[in-house]
């Protein structure tokens, strides 16, 4: 359901302050990132992270894409914000 939405225009409405369009963009991003949770939770176990650490720490990664994007930079929305979850779940790992 959520995969018909455009990440640019939910962005625009983002910025214009549309907490509506804010939610169904996270709920997009939401599988994508319980998918990188589960694949790092057996190296979060041994710094004494669950699951649910690692997702909250997806989403932050999503909410750091949201602020920061760029769209003049030439690059999806969608690879920067898999870049920025990557990042922030590998930041708490180390």
């Given at each position: ?7 640019q ?19 997009k ?43 003049q ?22």
């Amino acid at each position: 359901m959520y995969k018909d939405y455009d990440d640019q225009e939910l962005i625009y409405l983002i910025a214009e302050s549309n907490e509506s369009a804010s939610n169904i963009l996270y709920k997009k991003y939401e599988g994508l990132i319980s998918l990188k949770a589960k694949k790092y939770l057996n190296l979060a176990k041994r710094y004494g992270l669950e699951y649910n650490d690692m997702f909250q720490e997806g989403m932050v990664g999503l909410s750091e894409a949201i602020r920061c994007y760029k769209e003049q930079k030439d690059t999806k929305f969608s690879s920067f914000a898999n870049l920025c979850i990557d990042r922030q779940i590998y930041s708490a790992l180390s």
